[in-house]
């Protein structure tokens, strides 16, 4: 999509904040700074906190003294798309790549306030995270009379949509500490050696703000198997990201390193030795329990008739998070087309959710799948066995 593309499908859905975001991007890309920092600025009036933001804004902040080079597929937003204000931030000042770092993980940290109450259901897993992560810091003594330390590295893996990143912040506000969030797009560079020097500066900055819980999204690729990739470039990436989780002429101690995950098997063996990832922890779908109680979280605002939740979880067998949310929508949709038609304002019924559930297909299911297979033939080791004992008792 170009340019008047994007302005064409806003203004004919303007609280499309997915839109919107995409749009930002896509103005940065084709260096329109001011535009970019424009359409975040609607967007962080709607959710202040969103770390995809705040991370964008952070990359207009860095690019806005860059000349905005003029380009076809770009063009200038009109009055409907420029009616937002001005920016709160300055812009900040120009960044070396020494410097980059540091303040994508600091924009982002500002970002977490989530607690365990916030994660609905999921009791089991919730007991093996405050037993394997929470407690070491909340009683350290306890724990060094075991000469076990806190910090070092735990990585979650899953289906997508299941809230591990959602579970994360909830271990930094549990344990009291700074949650510093990691994006790919935080160290990989094209440019040689800088992503390296990155990384480097990614754990200067969690040393520097102990405790704390460091946390690498899409874990797989900052350490992706070696033995899987040509890149020597990579590979560099790799050896560094190792050796900052060895912590070899610093001090990892007081830093939580949280890893997530949906390919764990293509995460470096390496990575998965004691003292760096050692400790694997599978986050499920959600059970039904917790199903019930989402579906009846996201509904309470919602104008509805009487809807037994108890069906709708127990319905939704294998759903993850993200595909509860999408029956829900779906089912708006459903029910908004209806009114129109029917010329009628209703409430949402058991039969709308029913219907959109029926047409929904859990995301977590070909994941599941691979993961059996990988488990079964593939020769992956025991680390896996959790989730190869979920897939059992599941019967996938």
Not at 299 to 322: N, Q
Request: one cysteine or more.
């Amino acid at each position: 999509m170009d340019g008047s593309g994007y302005i064409k499908a806003l203004t004919d859905d303007p609280f499309n904040s997915e839109l919107r975001y995409e749009y930002a991007r896509f103005l940065l890309a084709h260096g329109d700074v001011d535009a970019a920092q424009r359409q975040l600025k609607v967007l962080l009036q709607q959710e202040a906190s969103n770390p995809d933001y705040l991370r964008l804004l952070t990359q207009c902040q860095g690019s806005s003294d860059q000349p905005v080079p003029a380009s076809e597929h770009a063009p200038a937003e009109d009055a409907h798309a420029n009616n937002v204000l001005q920016l709160v931030q300055p812009a900040a000042p120009d960044r070396g790549p020494e410097e980059c770092g540091r303040a994508e993980v600091t924009a982002l940290a500002r970002s977490a306030r989530v607690t365990f109450n916030d994660i609905v259901g999921m009791d089991a897993l919730k007991k093996t995270v405050r037993m394997k992560i929470i407690e070491p810091f909340v009683n350290p003594s306890l724990f060094a009379r075991f000469k076990k330390v806190t910090g070092g590295g735990i990585m979650l893996y899953g289906p997508p949509g299941c809230g591990k990143t959602m579970l994360a912040k909830a271990i930094a506000y549990e344990i009291k500490a700074e949650f510093l969030a990691v994006d790919i797009t935080d160290v990989l560079s094209r440019w040689l050696g800088e992503s390296e020097s990155n990384m480097r500066e990614v754990f200067q900055t969690a040393r520097a703000s102990k405790p704390c819980v460091l946390y690498f999204d899409e874990l797989d690729a900052l350490a992706i198997s070696r033995s899987k990739t040509s890149s020597d470039h990579i590979r560099s990436v790799v050896n560094e990201f190792l050796v900052q989780l060895d912590g070899l002429g610093n001090d990892n101690e007081g830093i939580l390193i949280l890893g997530a995950t949906n390919m764990p098997w293509d995460v470096d063996s390496a990575a998965k030795r004691p003292g760096r990832f050692s400790e694997q922890i599978f986050v499920p779908p959600p059970d039904e329990a917790a199903r019930t109680e989402m579906f009846r979280q996201k509904l309470i605002d919602v104008p509805t008739g009487d809807i037994d939740y108890e069906t709708l979880g127990k319905g939704s067998r294998l759903f993850t998070g993200a595909d509860v949310e999408g029956v829900i929508e779906r089912a708006k949709e459903n029910a908004l087309m209806d009114m129109l038609a029917a010329g009628k304002e209703r409430t949402l019924t058991q039969a709308d959710l029913q219907k959109a559930l029926a047409d929904h297909h859990p995301s977590s299911l070909d994941w599941l799948r691979t993961a059996r297979n990988l488990v079964k033939f593939g020769g992956v080791d025991r680390s896996y066995r959790d989730v190869a004992a979920y897939i059992k008792r599941a019967k996938i």
